[in-house]
C-alpha cells in the first residue's frame, strides 16, 4: 500500500507538468493579451508594462522562469488586479470555494446515496418514480434557474433562510441555500449512479446467499450490498469535487459570495495570464489528489483490489 501511494504521488508530478506546459502555451496562442485595450495604449507604456512583466522576452525564457515560479508555488502578480497577487487572491477565494463545495459534495452524496437506496429497494413503485423524476429534473434544471427559484421562494417570500450574503453576515445558515442549490445537479446523479449499482448487486450470487442464511434485510443491505454498489458513485466522487468546486462560479454569482470562482471567469475575458494560469494549476492540484483519494478509498470498499 504504501510503495503504491508513494508512485502515484511521483506520478502526479509530470501530470502536473504536461498540464502547466500546454496552458502556459495555449493561453499564449489565444488572440489578444492582457494588455490589450478599446482605445490603443501608447507604445512607450506597451514596452514598459512588457518589460515590468517579463513579457519582452523570448517565450522560451518566460515559460522556464514560469516553471521556476511554480515549484516555489508563486503565480506572480495578477496583470488586472495591480494591487493583488495571485496568492493572495487565491488565498482569500479557495477556502470559500472550498467550503462550498465540500459542503454541497457532502450534501449530494448523503441524500444521493439514501434517494438511490430507497429507489432500488421499492422498483417500479412510488418512492421509485419520486426519485427517478427528482433526478431527471436535477439533471435537467440549469443553477441559474434553480438558484434564483431558490431565493425567491426559500429566501424572499418563505423568510426560511437568508440569501445573497456570506457566513460574516447570518452566520453558517448562509450556506445551506447555496450549498443546496449547488448540491442538486451532483445529488440527481448520484442518485441514479447508486439505483443502478444497487440493482445490480441486489441480482448477484452472493446476495441470493446472504438472504438464503436467513440474515435480515437491513443487514443484507447495508453490509453486502452497499460496499459493492458504492464503488461507481466514488468513482464519480474524484471530477465531482474538482467540478463542483470549478463550478461554483454560477452560484457564487447568483448568492453574492466571495469565492474565487468569479475571479477565474473574469481572468479569462481580460486575459489576465497568471491568475488563469494560477487558477488552472490549483484546479488540477485539486482534480489529481481527488482521484488518488479515490483510488486509496477503493481498497477499503472492495478487497478483491489489491494494490502491488
Known sequence: MARYFIRRVLSLIPTLFVIVTLSFFLI?????????????????????LLKRYHMDEPL??????????????????????????????????????MLLGVTSLVMAVVSGVAVGIVSALKQNKWP?????????????????VLGPILQLFVGLRWKILPMGQWISTHGWKAIILPALTLSFPYFAYIARLSRASILEVLR?????TARAKGLKESVVVWKHVLKGALLPVVTYLGP??????????V????????GIGR????????????????????????????NLLVDIIYGFLDPRISYK
Do not use: C, H
Open 204 to 208: 448477484s450470487d452472493y446476495i441470493r
Open 251 to 258: 452560484v457564487e454569482t447568483v448568492f453574492l459570495i466571495p
Open 128 to 144: 421509485d418514480y419520486v426519485a427517478v423524476s427528482l433526478a431527471v429534473i436535477g439533471i435537467s434544471v440549469p443553477l441559474f
Open 60 to 97: 522560451w525564457n518566460q515559460y522556464v522562469r514560469y516553471l521556476g515560479d511554480v515549484v516555489r508555488w508563486d503565480f506572480g502578480p495578477s496583470f488586472r488586479y495591480r494591487d493583488l497577487t495571485v496568492n493572495e487572491m487565491i488565498d482569500s477565494g479557495l477556502p470559500i470555494s
Open 263 to 290: 475571479p477565474f471567469v473574469q481572468s479569462a475575458i481580460n486575459r489576465d495570464y497568471t491568475l488563469i494560469m494560477g487558477e488552472v494549476v490549483v484546479y488540477s492540484v485539486i482534480l489529481v489528489v481527488a
Open 28 to 48: 499564449r496562442l489565444a488572440p489578444g493579451g492582457p494588455f490589450a485595450r478599446e482605445k490603443a495604449v501608447p507604445e512607450i507604456i506597451l514596452q514598459n
Open 240 to 249: 465531482a469535487f474538482s467540478g463542483i468546486v470549478v463550478g461554483s462560479v
